[in-house]
């Protein structure tokens, strides 16, 4: 861990605090990949719809917010790096919405951020009002920025093209 986040205790288990001030822009927490693992757990981080891992900390300890001063950005290390959504005072919690790199959420039933935007549930990107998802821009998991598989999407909202050929294609 750096010397510019210190971990704190809080209502809501461990965080992350800033020990300096932010400036929008700024790579807060640099995440690093510790582990793979073989399914979702409660502290794992979606990397790719069929890929989870473990961070290190501090990243691991940063809490979800729904209205977060950090976003993600996928990193050199395998994980995300935390940057700055806002100017961030020294001594505020530094929290990021776990809907940026979950596809779809499982593990918390109900969200306790206490933001005044709170959603009070944390369903996944899939599931964000495209107003949501804009407000992060870049800043989200870069796998989340491609069409899901297919296997994800109802079929009605598939849109194959015909590969029948046409009496003309075939010279009829």
């Known amino acids: 861990m750096g010397f ?3 971990i704190q205790q809080t209502e809501k288990g461990r965080g992350v605090f800033a020990s300096r001030g932010f400036r929008k822009g700024e790579t807060v927490v640099v995440g690093r990949r510790v582990d ?3 399914e979702r757990t409660t502290h794992s981080i979606q990397m790719d719809f069929d890929l989870h891992i473990e961070l290190d900390e501090p990243a691991l300890l940063i809490n979800h917010s729904c209205s977060p001063n950090t976003g993600v950005r996928n990193n050199q ?3 995300y790096d935390f940057v700055a959504l806002v100017d961030i005072p020294s001594g505020s919690e530094i929290t990021w919405d776990y809907s940026t790199t979950e596809y779809t959420f499982i593990d918390i039933p109900k969200c306790c951020c ?6 009070s549930k944390i369903l996944g990107y ?3 009002p495209d107003e949501i998802r804009k407000t992060y821009g870049e800043f ?10 297919e296997k994800e999407l109802p079929a009605r909202d598939l849109k194959v093209p015909s590969i029948a050929p046409t009496s003309r ?3 009829l």
Do not use: N, Q
């Open 77 to 79: 290390f395998g994980a």
């Open 140 to 149: 989200i998991a870069d796998y989340l920025r491609v069409t899901a598989p």
């Open 114 to 119: 206490g933001s005044a935007e709170c959603r």
């Open 169 to 171: 294609a075939i010279g």
């Open 126 to 128: 899939k599931f964000l």
């Open 36 to 38: 793979i693992l073989p």
């Open 4 to 6: 510019d986040t210190l």
